[in-house]
Structures are given as C-alpha cells and as structure tokens.
C-alpha cells in the first residue's frame, strides 16, 4: 500500500517526545493482540478463547480511544511511504474461523446513523482486520517512522479497525453473556449453593 492519498493539514502538532511515547505504547499493544488472537487461533486457548480474545479486543479499543481523541497526526510527507506488502491475515483468519465455528457469523449494521440495514458479520473477519492494520502501523514503527505509524493507526482506527473491533467486542461480550447466563434453573440453583457453601 503504497499511497492513501493526501492527507489533511489539521489538528495541533505534539512535540516528538510525545508522539513517540503514544507510538510506543500503541505498539506495544498491537503486539499483545496480535499475540493472543494468534494463540487463540492456533487452537491452544479451548475453554479460555472467548475471555482472552474479549479482553484482547477491549485492550485495543482503550488504545484506539486514546488515538481517536488526539489531534490529528499529520506526517511531514504528503503520501504514506511504501510499507510493504499488505500482511496475510488468512492463515489467522481461517484458524479463529475453524476455533469459532458454530458461533462467528453475527447479525450487523453497515452504519448505526447512516444506513440501519443488516448485513452478515464474522466474528474471525473482524478480528483478523484489526490485526491487519496493526500489523501495517508496525511496519512503519519498526522502522523507526513514528507519526508515519501513528497516522496509520489513528486514520485506520476512525475508518475501519476501530469499527471492526467495537462490532467483535459486542458479540464476544454477548457470547459470553449466553454462556454464563442462559443455564436453566436447577444449574443455577446448583452454583449458588456451591458458592453459598464451600
């Protein structure tokens, strides 16, 4: 992805020191979900997948919140520097299907306040393109291009990632939310006496 087009001139600059520190934490935790949405996926994480990917996606979206509410990061370069090929997410995204299989598909909504209709979501879909555009603000981290990074990340967390994994953590809230909640009376009169009775 060699050029996303031009880019505003908007927002207040941060000095260096403060760009640097927001990229360096923003990586450090695109790391950490990479890490366990590729240790879900290799299938190491059974009874556990569902709370690490949910706490994975919440972790992230603190991140992308932070991005989304600093002013704009505007590079000294008009057109983004090539950063390689773009990452192949489908190893990932094929093995979180085959771990979530029975419960990716989910229902959604193209834009809560501009188009309310439905549309088919994947619960793996959306998890391996929030990885996708971590992975692309890493290449450029890595090779020591922060606001290069810290563009990325802030552009693609108000225009696709951002969106992707607020829809992955709703479902993964609501699956958990099914599993823990919807028990029949006998079962949850069980677990309330064990608890009430060591």
């Given at each position: 992805?060699?050029?996303?087009?031009?880019?505003?001139?908007?927002?207040?600059?941060?000095?260096?020191?403060?760009?640097?520190?927001?990229?360096?934490?923003?990586?450090?935790?695109?790391?950490?979900?990479?890490?366990?949405?590729?240790?879900?996926?290799?299938?190491?994480?059974?009874?556990?997948?569902?709370?690490?990917?949910?706490?994975?996606?919440?972790?992230?979206?603190?991140?992308?919140?932070?991005?989304?509410?600093?002013?704009?990061?505007?590079?000294?370069?008009?057109?983004?520097?090539?950063?390689?090929?773009?990452?192949?997410?489908?190893?990932?995204?094929?093995?979180?299907?085959?771990?979530?299989?029975?419960?990716?598909?989910?229902?959604?909504?193209?834009?809560?306040?501009?188009?309310?209709?439905?549309?088919?979501?994947?619960?793996?879909?959306?998890?391996?393109?929030?990885?996708?555009?971590?992975?692309?603000g890493l290449r450029?981290?890595?090779?020591?291009?922060?606001?290069?990074?810290?563009?990325?990340?802030?552009?693609?967390?108000?225009?696709?990632?951002?969106l992707r994994a607020?829809?992955?953590?709703?479902?993964?809230?609501?699956?958990?939310?099914?599993?823990?909640?919807?028990?029949?009376?006998?079962?949850?009169?069980?677990?309330?006496?064990?608890?009430?009775?060591?």
């Open positions: 992805m060699a050029e996303q087009g031009t880019r505003g001139t908007h927002g207040a600059p941060a000095g260096a020191g403060e760009w640097a520190e927001l990229a360096d934490a923003t990586a450090a935790e695109a790391r950490a979900y990479l890490d366990a949405v590729t240790e879900v996926a290799a299938g190491r994480m059974d009874e556990t997948a569902l709370s690490v990917l949910l706490l994975a996606v919440s972790q992230a979206l603190v991140t992308g919140a932070r991005l989304g509410a600093v002013a704009d990061v505007v590079p000294a370069r008009r057109f983004e520097p090539d950063a390689g090929p773009d990452p192949d997410v489908d190893p990932l995204r094929t093995g979180l299907a085959n771990v979530l299989d029975g419960v990716d598909d989910y229902a959604d909504v193209v834009d809560p306040l501009t188009n309310a209709k439905l549309v088919r979501g994947a619960l793996s879909d959306d998890l391996a393109s929030v990885a996708a555009d971590l992975v692309h450029h981290h890595e090779r020591g291009d922060v606001t290069e990074a810290l563009w990325w990340w802030q552009f693609s967390y108000l225009s696709t990632w951002g607020t829809a992955a953590l709703r479902v993964l809230q609501s699956l958990l939310g099914h599993l823990r909640l919807d028990v029949d009376a006998e079962t949850a009169s069980d677990a309330e006496f064990d608890a009430l009775h060591p």
